[in-house]
């Protein structure tokens, strides 16, 4: 009834999205802003380019393809207006421009007839290359390419974790548990998220990361609970007595790793970005519907279902998976993982941390960059005409966006210092030349009402480029403020402000840069706490952080190995973009400090558990590593194998993100829990436990002695 509820409720609300305004970063985001000011009627446009298949253009030749181009698309409710031919500076090509009609917001839903016109003229002049591109073209390309992508990762993501579940349960009804929960928590924070979005508008991408995150920590949560009821009855406990026992231990690290993902969750508030912060409200919303179906739904499902859960058994599976009884010993395996740790604690700790930060090492060369049109893959027709397009007219390129707020009675003279602006770019070689008819003024944009003016100035580099960012810096430092800024009443950087690609990547990188550190200090002290206060031991906290501090930098490192360079092409299908996606490092950051803590959560409580019950620190060390290790193991399992098929996606953000998430998880659960973690717990012995006397947990008082004749028994008499 919850999940109902709360998805039907989001459904009826609606989703509020987020604008242009709540997502301006630095002096890109004011040009947007100023842009979205003067409310232009900005029409969706089309590229139609004629090139020759070899050799030098037949003008001729072309001019008639060009003619045919204007006539099939005139004749098309879809098309407002054809330009005339426009030839390129070296004679190689001609360009047609077409401006569709209707609401630019669904043009690219009507874009395949022209896509359609253009081929039929292309058919008609086999011996020239009539191809069409443009932000419409290539986002319906983008939009089948990706859609195939994500269509395929969600399709193999559910099969995907039932078969690993049922690999780690070998029972067909316990395995279907934790998916259930996952999914049932993914839709009710759905639903709750289009509530919430009224608070805080959403983006595009909370979708997805509530149901990256909901699967992750669902499934977690289910298997916590499943493997320690599993293991009571192993002992011989009944049944009711078994989920008891497992609601008071994995109930209660559930609730302690669902408040450790909550807070790295909310440490994303302090990006003051409101990409950053609708995904904070998605992965917060997620994880505490999870732990409130852990602590409600789940036990009373498995009260409900008995022994049912291990029905219908898969036979060899079932004989590997279930539940060691009592005097059957510890896995094997695991007890020769652990002896390195257990045995020879300081050479073992010295030589995985030197490895981790080995790994970790790359990441101080890390370089941060939105990904740019030279990043989408090149399998489309729409993206090699582009590519052509570019190369022929260079304006049509990476392009800087002027705009200012035009004071009043200032009109002609900002029109007049844009103007002078434009020529002086087109003479510098920073800049594109202006790819205008003989005698033509550059092209500066009014709003009606006269208070914003606009130009684009483009570069003929790579947005990423080191060039493009000089043009950048060029034109905000000096072509900016010695032209417009000059114009009574207009402030450079402010009132004219330059925007565009090169603007929002340099900006967003440096945003990151300096919200990084307050975000990861945030995350830090509060994780500090609450591990702290938790396991009432300071050193617990401080070595959870470190770990987890360890397991964040080795998966930096390697993503910025992987995808900063050019030798992991090949095998993963992308092109290096020399940097790693700027939002990643903070996303990234949080989301595996998060789940990492799921995790430590578990292991520590399983060590700490043994620890009151009397065994040496060596004995619980290696008693709470095997007794959670598969739970531990087949959770990774099913987060690594999600998490790689985001790998196989298309886009360079995907795929370092998926890489990311996924060596993290693989390096957390294997070298921090199997080696860092046993072999430090083993050195540090009983000081794992010291806090400062507040901290301290109280001792029930002893009852008093009875009395015996007026004396005390066993006062030594």
């Not at 409101?274 to 999870?290: D, E, P, Q, R, Y």
Request: with cysteine.
């Amino acid at each position: 009834m919850f999940v109902a509820v709360c998805f039907i409720g989001g459904t009826m609300a609606g989703t509020v999205e987020a604008s242009n305004s709540d997502q301006a970063i630095g002096e890109s985001g004011r040009a947007d802003v100023i842009v979205n000011e003067g409310h232009f009627d900005n029409p969706a446009t089309e590229s139609v380019l004629i090139t020759p298949l070899s050799g030098a253009l037949d003008r001729s030749a072309a001019d008639k393809a060009a003619a045919d181009v204007a006539t099939a698309m005139k004749a098309l409710p879809e098309v407002a207006s054809v330009s005339d031919p426009l030839p390129s500076h070296d004679g190689g090509a001609l360009l047609v421009r077409v401006t569709m009609s209707g609401d630019p917001e669904t043009a690219q839903d009507r874009v395949g007839k022209l896509r359609d016109a253009t081929a039929g003229v292309q058919r008609a002049h086999p011996g020239l290359r009539v191809e069409e591109t443009g932000g419409e073209s290539i986002g319906q390309a983008m939009d089948d390419t990706l859609g195939k992508d994500f269509q395929r990762a969600e399709f193999l993501s559910l099969p995907v974790t039932f078969a690993i579940l049922i690999v780690a349960f070998g029972a067909l009804i316990a395995a279907g548990v934790p998916v259930l929960l996952a999914l049932s928590s993914v839709a009710a924070a759905l639903g709750l998220s289009t509530l919430a979005s009224h608070l805080v508008p959403s983006t595009d991408t909370t979708a997805s990361v509530i149901l990256l995150i909901g699967m992750a920590v669902g499934v977690d949560y289910s298997l916590f609970y499943l493997r320690r009821e599993r293991e009571e009855r192993a002992k011989g406990r009944k049944h009711l007595d078994a989920v008891e026992i497992a609601a008071e231990t994995s109930g209660h690290a559930v609730v302690v790793s669902g408040v450790a993902v909550t807070i790295a969750m909310a440490g994303l508030f302090l990006a003051g970005d409101v990409v950053f912060s609708s995904l904070a409200v998605g992965s917060i919303l997620v994880v505490l519907v999870s732990v409130i179906g852990s602590l409600t739904v789940l036990p009373a499902l498995l009260s409900k279902l008995g022994r049912w859960i291990d029905r219908p058994r898969v036979p060899v599976l079932w004989r590997l998976t279930r539940p060691r009884a009592e005097g059957e010993g510890q896995s094997k395996v695991w007890s020769f993982i652990l002896r390195p740790a257990l045995r020879r604690p300081v050479a073992t700790l010295a030589i995985s941390v030197l490895a981790l930060l080995a790994l970790a090492a790359p990441a101080l060369s890390m370089r941060l960059s939105f990904p740019g049109m030279e990043d989408l893959p090149r399998t489309t027709p729409a993206m090699q005409a582009y590519d052509r397009l570019v190369k022929a007219y260079p304006s049509n390129g990476t392009v800087h966006t002027v705009a200012v707020r035009v004071p009043a009675g200032q009109l002609d003279a900002t029109k007049a210092a844009l103007t002078e602006l434009a020529k002086a770019a087109a003479a510098d070689p920073l800049f594109a030349p202006l790819d205008l008819p003989a005698g033509a003024a550059p092209d500066v944009e009014v709003s009606a009402d006269g208070k914003v003016a606009v130009l684009d100035v483009a570069t003929p580099f790579a947005g990423r480029s080191e060039q493009a960012k000089e043009s950048l810096d060029k034109l905000r430092e000096v072509m900016v403020p010695q032209t417009v800024g000059k114009v009574p009443g207009v402030k450079a950087g402010s009132d004219a402000a330059v925007g565009g690609f090169v603007g929002a990547d340099v900006d967003y990188a440096d945003h990151v840069k300096h919200k990084l550190p307050l975000v990861v200090g945030f995350v830090l002290v509060l994780t500090f706490l609450v591990m702290a206060f938790t396991f009432r031991s300071v050193v617990v906290a401080v070595t959870s952080i470190a770990l987890n501090l360890l397991s964040a930098g080795a998966s930096y490192g390697l993503v910025v190995l992987i995808f900063q360079g050019t030798w992991a092409e090949g095998i993963l299908g992308f092109t290096s973009m020399d940097a790693v996606v700027s939002w990643l490092p903070l996303f990234l950051f949080v989301v595996l400090f998060g789940l990492s803590m799921d995790y430590h959560v578990f292991v520590v409580s399983r060590i700490r558990e043994a620890v009151k019950q009397g065994m040496p620190t060596r004995e619980a060390v290696a008693h709470g590593i095997t007794g959670s290790a598969g739970v531990v193991t087949s959770a990774a399992i099913v987060m690594v194998a999600v998490f790689s098929i985001f790998a196989t996606l298309s886009t360079i953000d995907m795929k370092q993100l998926g890489v990311g998430l996924a060596a993290a998880i693989l390096l957390d659960a294997t070298i921090i829990r199997a080696v860092v973690l046993p072999s430090l717990m083993t050195l540090l012995g009983n000081a794992n436990w010291w806090a400062p006397r507040f901290m301290r947990p109280r001792e029930a008082p002893r009852p008093p002695a009875p009395v015996i004749e007026g004396e005390l028994v066993g006062a030594g008499r």
